[in-house]
């Protein structure tokens, strides 16, 4: 076991990055309490690995006593001196065993303890992963989709996720083999591997794939000050240029909106409001409404507002079912009141 055990090693730390050092302690430990339980629970055990001349080596310990009450556990000074003339009394005193059955034991110990090694580091490597993605898009395959639940198992190079329905834009569907694109909300650390939470209704997804398009915010000058969505049907994003020269929505919408038209594709021809950022409220309440056209706001409250507008307008200014008025008010953080001319 002993060459086969230490190669072993070297190939783990080569090909998994696990220190064989890591690896060693906790074979070490394992091996310990193996033997312990083998003595029947009582004996104290040394066990040492030896990765230079790739040995093992048992070692029971026993109290060095005058006068022994445990036969498990101690032997008299003479009975020591006989190991080694340097025992002296109250020391303790090493017997290297080597019975026949701790060498199938030691073998069976170590594979355990190395395939749990394995587990842990590649669990480990998958949590460093997907945390470096956290709150990043990612290309994943699809697997599978189950016809009970609807939910997706995507393949993302890693390893398996799940993409569960209510994370998946409505009336969008998929086919094994399809490529597609997932927001990473959360990665969560759990027995069993890394819980990882995708989604393709969040709106972090969609500031990401502007952020990805637009190089005037991967630069800086365009800034994203907020987004709002339902998923599928329409998101409002407000942006901000830091330079006077630099028109942030048409920055975002691109020559003859072609920035925009491959976000759209992507997120299934769901509909984007670009809005333009104010520290006025009033003025980024106006801006949020569109494409209503607003005569007047007025605050008359803390986070409270007053929208007129003419009646050609008020249909609009609503959206249909209310959407248009509904994402105003949470991108702008204000209760918004519309009423007609």
């Known amino acids: 076991m002993n060459t086969e055990f230490f190669n072993a090693l070297e190939l783990l730390e ?24 083998e003595e029947g629970g009582n004996s104290n055990v040394r066990v040492v690995l030896d990765p230079v001349k790739k040995d093992v080596r048992v070692y029971k310990q026993m ?17 020591a001196q006989k190991i080694s003339k340097r025992y002296k009394l109250g020391g303790v005193a090493e017997i290297e065993m080597k019975p026949k059955n701790f060498r199938r034991l030691s073998a ?48 993302t190079g890693t390893s398996f996720a799940t993409l569960i329905k209510s994370e998946q834009i409505p009336g969008e ?24 939470n995708l989604s393709r209704t969040h709106p972090g997804m969609v500031k990401r794939l502007f952020e990805l398009e637009v190089p005037e915010i991967q630069d800086g000058t365009v800034v994203i000050k907020g987004v709002i969505r339902e998923a599928g049907s329409r998101t409002k994003m407000a942006v901000e240029s830091r330079d006077a020269d630099v028109d942030p929505i048409g920055a975002c919408i691109g020559n003859r909106g072609m920035r925009i038209a491959g976000i759209v594709d992507e997120l299934r021809g ?4 670009i809005i333009k950022y104010s520290d006025d409220p009033c003025e980024f309440i106006r801006e949020a409404l569109s494409p209503a056209q607003v005569r007047e706001v007025i605050i008359d409250g803390e986070r409270s507002a007053r929208v007129i507008v003419d009646s050609d307008q008020l249909s609009l200014a609503i959206g249909k079912e209310g959407q248009n ?8 953080g204000f209760k918004i009141d519309i009423k007609e001319n």
């Open 14 to 37: 080569k090909e998994k990055g696990i220190p064989a050092e890591y690896m060693i302690e906790r074979v070490e430990a394992a091996l310990i309490s193996a033997f312990k339980r």
């Open 63 to 79: 109290d060095i006593v005058e006068e022994v009450e445990d036969e498990t556990t101690q032997l008299t000074l003479e009975q």
């Open 108 to 155: 069976q110990t170590a594979k355990q303890v190395i395939i749990q090694g394995i587990r842990e580091a590649e669990r480990g490597m998958m949590i460093k992963e997907y945390e470096s993605k956290r709150e990043e898009i990612i290309t994943a395959t699809v697997q599978k989709i189950d016809p009970t639940t609807g939910n997706i198992t995507l393949d």
């Open 173 to 196: 569907s998929f086919l094994p083999g399809d490529h597609i694109k997932v927001f990473v909300m959360e990665v969560r650390k759990e027995s069993r591997g890394p819980l990882v």
């Open 270 to 273: 769901e509909k984007i409001d």
């Open 325 to 332: 008025a509904r994402l105003a008010a949470r991108l702008t």
